[in-house]
């Protein structure tokens, strides 16, 4: 049962295990997850690095398995043509966006709110449109601050399990994956940035921590955007 992985320690599986344990332990649990719920089980993918590492995990498992990324309209013109891309490769990908009419800057006077309508929402919808039971993941818990105590298996909401396959690589780990595997990889890369997101949040940052480049000058500052926080059960997704 999937579970059951919950009850190894994370960090000793992060540093015990080498690159290839660890794809296989990836490979293993989403094979799990996709003979425990089918058709599903549905990507989340972000168009980042982790993303796309574990879009090409889950082809491996089953080239069935589908998938959706949510976009804004403050996405880097680099990204919307990666994601143009990859949904002409694989239009088992679907695309959502939330076009609602927000106040001009929200991103600054409220990048909780903006991340809640233009990012959370779409997610919300996603999930419940494609009939989602197991939603599968590019979380790793060694990219910042606040992703150092997710689980590899999670239930935050009622009758939705989150996985999360890369949770214990490394970033060297991700980008040694994709080389050799040659996957393709946002471009936005190549310029520098280590975490991508909406232009106005994203920049490019130096140090240790990858996601120090997100949302700089604002509480949010190599925070998270919501969708691993918050609700995302339509009928939960009032409380807080
Ligand atoms: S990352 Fe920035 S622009 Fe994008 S939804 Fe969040 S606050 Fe808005």
Request: net charge neutral.
């Amino acid at each position: 049962m999937l579970n059951d992985v919950n009850e190894q320690d994370i960090t000793k599986l992060v540093e015990g295990l080498n690159f290839a344990e660890k794809v296989d332990r990836s490979l293993a649990l989403i094979e799990q997850a996709w003979k425990e719920h089918g058709e599903k089980l549905v990507v989340a993918n972000s168009l980042g690095k982790d993303s796309v590492a574990v879009w090409h995990l889950a082809k491996r498992v089953s080239p069935a398995i589908r998938g959706f990324i949510v976009t804004t309209r403050y996405k880097p013109a680099e990204t919307v043509e990666f994601m143009n891309e990859q949904v002409a490769q694989y239009p088992e990908l679907k695309v959502y966006k939330n076009d609602i009419a927000i106040p001009d800057g929200l991103y600054r006077t409220n990048p909780d709110q903006c991340c809640e309508l233009l990012k959370v929402e779409p997610t919300r919808q996603a999930i419940e449109e494609m009939d989602v039971e197991c939603w599968v993941t590019g979380l790793r818990c060694t990219e910042g601050r606040t992703r150092t105590d997710f689980r590899e298996v999670e239930q935050r909401d009622e009758g939705l399990i989150k996985l999360n396959p890369i949770l214990i690589w490394h970033e060297r780990e991700v980008w040694q994956y994709l080389a050799v595997y040659q996957v393709a990889v946002n471009p936005l890369y190549a310029k520098g940035y280590r975490s991508l997101g909406c232009w106005p949040c994203t920049k490019i940052a130096l140090g240790a921590d990858e996601r120090a480049g997100r949302w700089i000058g604002t509480s949010k500052c190599g925070g998270e955007c919501g969708i691993h926080t918050r609700p995302l059960k339509t009928k939960t997704a009032g409380a807080v």
